[in-house]
């Protein structure tokens, strides 16, 4: 059975980092599109990152640029969202993603057929 696992989540202060770190298990990530989501209280999940290294592309939500990146380390089998420059609007649910996308739907939620349980990132002002 697929397994995606998420950590690395955590309480911490405005301009602080995090890495989050999802482990998959029964998919190699390198043969799937992989990315991370997330949700906020009362709102919609919305799209933060994708890799899909067969394709060697990347995408990345126009509110994290800059400031957040995506990759993947295939001998741990591992996807990271490295995440610098943490705002209070960056507090929500973080949830990793896989799937068998093409490359002009990495941003789709509906693209991904496997999630993780998420981590909860919060951000203090």
């Known amino acids: 059975q697929v397994k995606l696992v998420e950590s690395g989540g955590g309480l911490v202060q405005a301009g602080a980092s995090l890495r989050l770190s999802c482990a998959a298990s029964?998919?190699?990530?390198?043969?799937?599109?992989m990315a991370w989501f997330r949700q906020a209280p009362g709102k919609e999940r919305e799209f933060v990152a994708a890799?899909?290294?067969?394709?060697?592309?990347?995408r990345y939500a126009d509110s994290v640029k800059g400031r957040f990146t995506i990759s993947g380390d295939n001998a741990k089998n591992t996807v990271y969202l490295q995440m610098n420059s943490l705002k209070p609007e960056d507090t929500a649910v973080y949830y990793c993603?896989?799937?068998?996308?093409?490359?002009?739907?990495?941003?789709?939620?509906?693209?991904?057929?496997?999630w993780g349980q998420g981590t909860q990132v919060t951000v203090s002002s």
């Open positions: 890799i899909k290294s067969s394709a060697g592309s990347i």
């Open positions: 993603a896989s799937g068998r996308v093409i490359v002009s739907s990495m941003t789709s939620k509906s693209a991904y057929d496997v």
């Open positions: 029964e998919r190699t990530i390198s043969r799937y599109g």
